[in-house]
């Protein structure tokens, strides 16, 4: 698990590119709708740098989780990422293969020609993390001395990725074949297999193992790459974007109806308490698409509700691919990104999912609040834990980061408990030498959204968008 969540991590720095693609091309497509830059030298040049980013996703991947999967993150790690990604998409490549077999091109076998993907760019990626991990330290005799430590890393990663190019060889075109049916059945299968894919998507968020699912459908690894066919503007109108536009519903309207109803719910002493965390986590699922803040506010205190939450979301990928209502997003499913996709030529009556989404916001109100009440479930402002009130200091900027982190850092046992520190986009990703010394209490109480153990030793804590200041703050103590 500790293994997956760090993956996880991972991919989160090349998929922070994505909102960079979707804004230059959103722009563009906004500039020349009709055209698609034919008509407009600047949507042109606009939608040819998006199209630079999403085009080479897999390539990103490969780098990123170079980086992310190595100990320090050294840039070696990147470039020996680079250097599996060229050696396995070179050797694989449908010519390569041809020669290999002495046979004509046309004769390959058609996965060999989608080996430019997402998976051989995480395991590119994994490859060259362990490779650093193991070889970066290492020293040759001196006659080989040159070579010895992080040179020696790209050599070690070319090596194995010959390893790798092999079983891939043997094993790629069988698990394409089987990606590809499986999202066929998924395409088969409309708008029930949309919903199918919402509400596996939520579900697997607290094991990090959603990316894995959505390279299937979001991505160009069995032939639906939902986003970039999006933003490219090709595909078929009202079906491409399927995938995505559900979300717009469910991120901008319906968890900002869950925080209202669980603000409504809590205790009147703790209201003002939850009244901030969950103001700011509603703006920032609203505006920009991230959830985490809120869903992890209830995840693990109120897991029916989360249940709940992956359900609805299903339903609305369901009713958006049903009426062929359709947008899409380059990061998620914020206004940002929804604004954007209004120009798009191939979105479908995206206005829709606003009309839809003010439903999701009532829906979510009024059951949310029911189940609480009904069930007593704790969610934040509801705990047994009555703790005392006191006078919080009024402080700003930087200074309120660095009482955050502080506390935090308190909570998780300080000095002699913390051995590593981390974040993603939302969340620090702490290592700690024995669990039973964390005080969860006393991180709470700080104000976070959520906590979540993930093994024996491994802790995060949901802090929200600022979580790099708080992060940055942490590694000052702890350092």
């Known amino acids: 698990m500790r293994y997956v969540q760090r993956i996880g991590r991972s991919l989160?720095?090349?998929?922070?590119?994505?909102?960079?693609?979707?804004?230059?091309?959103?722009?563009?497509?906004?500039?020349?709708?009709?055209?698609?830059?034919?008509?407009?030298?600047?949507?042109?040049?606009?939608?040819?740098?998006?199209?630079?980013?999403?085009?080479?996703?897999?390539?990103?991947?490969?780098?990123?989780?170079?980086?992310?999967?190595?100990?320090?993150?050294?840039?070696?790690?990147?470039?020996?990422?680079?250097?599996?990604?060229?050696v396995i998409t070179t050797l694989l490549s449908a010519d390569s293969v041809a020669l290999f077999k002495g046979v004509d091109p046309g004769e390959v076998n058609i996965a060999f020609g989608a080996i430019e993907n997402v998976l051989v760019g995480i395991t590119s990626g994994l490859v060259a993390g362990a490779m650093y991990n193991r070889f970066s330290d290492v020293q040759l005799p001196d006659a080989l001395a040159f070579f010895s430590g992080r040179r020696l890393v790209p050599i070690m990663t070319a090596v194995s990725m010959l390893f790798v190019s092999l079983i891939f060889y043997f094993i790629w075109p069988p698990v394409y074949n089987a990606l590809v049916s499986f999202g066929e059945f998924m395409s088969d299968i409309s708008y029930i297999g949309a919903g199918?894919?919402?509400?596996?998507?939520?579900?697997l968020i607290p094991t990090g193992l959603h990316h894995a699912l959505n390279q299937v459908f979001w991505f160009d690894l069995a032939g639906i790459n939902d986003i970039a066919n999006f933003w490219s503007s090709t595909g078929e109108k009202g079906?491409?974007?399927?995938?995505?536009?559900?979300?717009?519903?469910?991120?901008?309207?319906?968890?900002?109806?869950?925080?209202?109803?669980?603000?409504?719910?809590?205790?009147?002493k703790r209201r003002k308490q939850a009244a901030s965390l969950m103001m700011a986590a509603a703006f920032a699922s609203f505006f920009t698409g991230v959830t985490e803040p809120i869903e992890f506010s209830f995840m693990f205190l109120a897991p029916l509700l989360y249940v709940v939450h992956a359900l609805l979301t299903g339903i609305s990928l369901?009713?958006?691919?049903?009426?062929?209502?359709?947008?899409?997003?380059?990061?998620?499913?914020?206004?940002?990104d929804y604004?954007?996709?209004?120009?798009?030529?191939?979105?479908?009556?995206?206005?829709?999912?606003?009309?839809?989404?003010?439903?999701?916001?009532?829906?979510?109100?009024?059951?949310?609040?029911?189940?609480?009440?009904k069930f007593n479930l704790k969610t934040p402002g509801r705990e047994d834990e009555e703790e005392a009130d006191s006078e919080e200091e009024v402080v700003s900027g930087k200074e309120r980061f660095a009482i955050m982190a502080r506390d935090i850092y308190a909570g998780l046992g300080g000095a002699d408990n913390v051995t590593s520190i981390d974040n993603c986009v939302t969340r620090l990703r702490i290592e700690v030498e024995d669990m039973d010394k964390v005080d969860q209490d006393k991180i709470?109480?700080?104000?976070?959204?959520?906590?979540?153990?993930?093994?024996?030793?491994?802790?995060q804590v949901v802090v929200g968008t600022s979580v790099q200041f708080v992060a940055d703050e942490m590694h000052k103590i702890h350092d």
């Open 239 to 268: 079906v491409t974007g399927m995938y995505q536009a559900g979300f717009f519903p469910i991120m901008m309207f319906g968890l900002p109806g869950a925080a209202l109803a669980m603000y409504h719910t809590a205790k009147t």
């Open 318 to 336: 369901a009713v958006a691919g049903f009426f062929g209502w359709t947008a899409g997003f380059g990061f998620s499913a914020g206004f940002i």
């Open 444 to 459: 709470k109480a700080t104000g976070v959204p959520g906590i979540n153990v993930v093994g024996s030793n491994s802790i």
């Open 12 to 86: 989160m720095l090349p998929v922070a590119v994505l909102p960079v693609a979707a804004i230059l091309m959103g722009i563009g497509y906004w500039i020349d709708p009709s055209g698609w830059g034919e008509g407009n030298i600047v949507a042109a040049f606009l939608i040819k740098a998006g199209s630079a980013v999403l085009d080479n996703i897999a390539i990103l991947f490969a780098v990123g989780v170079g980086i992310g999967m190595a100990k320090g993150r050294d840039g070696a790690a990147a470039l020996s990422a680079l250097v599996g990604w060229l």
């Open 339 to 373: 604004f954007l996709s209004f120009r798009i030529p191939i979105a479908n009556m995206p206005y829709m999912l606003a009309v839809q989404g003010l439903f999701f916001f009532v829906i979510y109100y009024f059951l949310f609040r029911f189940l609480i009440l």
């Open 196 to 203: 199918m894919y919402g509400f596996f998507n939520r579900l």
